[in-house]
T-cell receptor
Framework: AQTVTQSQPEMSVQEAETVTLSCTYD???????LFWYKQPPSRQMILVIR??????QNATENRFSVNFQKAAKSFSLKISDSQLGDAAMYFC??????????????FGKGTKLSVKP | GAGVSQSPSNKVTEKGKDVELRCDPI?????LYWYRQRLGQGLEFLIY????????KSGLPSDRFSAERTGESVSTLTIQRTQQEDSAVYLC????????????FGQGTRLTVV
């Protein structure tokens, strides 16, 4: 079974600085997708960024980028120019695409990010 | 509606009672997920429906928990003989069939067992 591990329960960053959130996963599959979701205090889960395992190029969405290391099974999220609104729980997630069929969406335990003004 | 809708938003129940939580996915979304989130914790997978395939029930914590979904529409999560440890937010999400698609979440149902 696939597992997702986020080893940092809490992180803190100064406003305008850069922070990196770690995520590792375990799978025997080669075709899958990885996601980062944000959950602010409102509880609404929001997709931040996604990465296809077959693409070597790291995904980027404005201030958010990932460092995808497939061999190491690592998928870290970098937030540049941190803003107060970035404060939230961040969840890393894995979904297989085995045989072209969507699998379950598996989450890590999350990292609580605080942004200091 | 445009998003995933869950009801009720809050539910307080007495220990031992049964509760039923409802999820209305986005129209056309074949995949539907239920997760449990205890206070300050991560998302614990409960059950996954994908179209007409047999659901993945591997996350259900006990036989007190069950879920149904009719076709690609509404899903209900039922907890029988509730216990205090069942207190949590229950989140529902739906997505299109393709693996790269975003899962859209509802606001969740906060269940409190007293």
């Amino acid at each position: 079974a696939q597992t997702v591990t986020q080893s940092q329960p809490e992180m803190s960053v100064q406003e305008a600085e850069t922070v990196t959130l770690s995520c590792t996963y375990d799978t025997s599959e080669s075709d899958y997708y990885l996601f980062w979701y944000k959950q602010p205090p409102s509880r609404q889960m929001i997709l931040v960024i996604r990465q296809e395992a077959y693409k070597q190029q790291n995904a980027t969405e404005n201030r958010f980028s990932v460092n995808f290391q497939k061999a190491a099974k690592s998928f870290s999220l970098k937030i540049s120019d941190s803003q107060l609104g970035d404060a939230a729980m961040y969840f890393c997630a894995y979904r297989s695409n085995y045989g072209g069929s969507q699998g379950n969406l598996i989450f890590g335990k999350g990292t609580k990010l605080s942004v200091k003004p | 509606g445009a998003g995933v809708s869950q009801s009720p938003s809050n539910k307080v129940t007495e220990k031992g009672k049964d509760v039923e939580l409802r999820c209305d996915p986005i129209s056309g979304h074949t995949a539907l997920y239920w997760y449990r989130q205890r206070l300050g914790q991560g998302l614990e997978f409960l059950i996954y429906f994908q179209g007409n395939s047999a659901p993945d029930k591997s996350g259900l914590p006990s036989d007190r928990f069950s879920a149904e979904r009719t076709g690609e529409s509404v899903s209900t999560l039922t907890i029988q003989r509730t216990q205090q440890e069942d207190s949590a937010v229950y989140l529902c999400a739906s997505s299109l069939r393709d693996a790269n698609t975003e899962a859209f979440f509802g606001q969740g149902t906060r269940l409190t067992v007293v």
